[in-house]
């Protein structure tokens, strides 16, 4: 029995271990990350607008680049940036909210520039929305 | 003819002007939810919710991208998406309704005011009857709106496994706080 008892404590710090590390597992880095599709503001809108449905599928929850030109940025109340690409549209674009787990370069974009955002696409409720950018050259 | 047809032109965009100005919008709104039990805390946050409110009719309405969500523990969202929300299937949540007593909002009178909402929730494709108190504040052209809603997963369909059940709160809070700034094209 006693022989046994060393590889059962043994499993029990391996199995609590994993299961610290699952539930204290981190956000994914965006920064580090590569991006699965890579399409400038007014393809992705085009590309919500025609069929939102076929969009989602394609996009949701994948990480996007995106290139635009800056039509908005804002903050709210909490130091949330969040810039708007303009697509082409006269009142809708493509908003682009930074991550808050990352440092930024900067957080000021003036409008007009064309400036490179990678995020995770989420869908679109009057603009396609993506969170968690980081600005990439 | 010319000059009706400008007349025309004119008195629409008089017309249309002035409707418009009874809409309230915002792109930011903040949407949070709480479920508080002993055994977990699980907090999310959301600041991409749109909201219009029409305040002539007090209708007012309100949609969020369920991904959007951001939670501390990557695997609380991941299990939130996939298992609960389903949200690839399910991407947004929808409120639509009205404010009952809209009357007693006066738009030209700063102040906040009490009010009851009354509506269809829609979330994880189902939707149910609510009603709850909210409070509208007026400064000036801005209006900004905040709302308490609660709600039991089960009502939207959702599935939680008895293993969980008790990690996750039988009433879940979720909290809404708009700006809403005047709709102008």
Redesign the interface.
């Known amino acids: 029995m006693k022989k046994y008892l060393k590889y059962i404590i043994g499993l029990l710090i391996i199995g609590i271990g994993s299961g610290a590390y699952?539930?204290?597992?981190?956000?994914?880095n965006i920064k580090a990350s590569k991006a699965e599709v890579s399409l400038s503001a007014a393809e992705v809108f085009q590309a919500f607008e025609s069929d939102e449905t076929a969009a989602?599928?394609e996009y949701?929850?994948k990480i996007m680049a995106v290139s635009g030109t800056v039509r908005d940025v804002?903050k709210?109340e909490?130091g949330?940036v969040?810039v708007t690409l303009d697509a082409g549209q006269?009142?809708f674009g493509v908003?682009c909210?930074l991550d808050?787990l990352t440092q930024h370069a900067r957080e000021d974009f003036p409008i007009g520039e064309k400036v490179n955002f990678k995020g995770?696409c989420?869908?679109?409720?009057?603009?396609v929305?993506l969170?968690?950018c980081v600005e990439t050259n | 003819m010319k000059q009706f047809l400008l007349g025309l032109c004119l008195f629409m965009t008089v017309g249309l002007s002035q409707a418009e100005a009874q809409k309230y919008f915002t792109r930011e709104g903040k949407i949070s939810f709480y479920s508080d039990t002993p055994v977990e805390k699980i907090e999310a946050h959301n600041q991409k919710a749109t909201c219009v409110l029409d305040v002539a009719s007090g209708k007012m309405e309100f949609a969020v991208l369920v991904k959007a969500f951001q939670f501390e523990k990557a695997l609380m969202q991941e299990h939130f998406n996939e298992n609960y929300m389903e949200s690839g299937t399910y991407p947004k949540s929808i409120f639509k309704g009205q404010i009952a007593n809209a009357a007693d909002v006066d738009l030209s009178k700063d102040g906040t005011y009490d009010v009851t909402v009354e509506g269809e929730l829609t979330i994880h494709g189902i939707a149910k009857t609510v009603s709850t108190p909210g409070q509208i504040t007026v400064a000036g052209d801005k209006i900004s709106a905040t709302a308490k809603f609660e709600t039991q997963p089960e009502d939207h369909g959702i599935k939680i496994p008895s293993v969980v059940r008790k990690n996750i709160a039988k009433i879940v809070e979720i909290d809404v706080n708009v700006a809403l700034e005047p709709f102008k094209k």
């Open positions: 699952m539930y204290y597992k981190p956000h994914q989602n599928e949701l929850d804002s709210n909490e949330i969040s006269d009142m908003i909210q808050q995770v989420t869908g679109m409720l009057m603009d929305v969170v968690r």
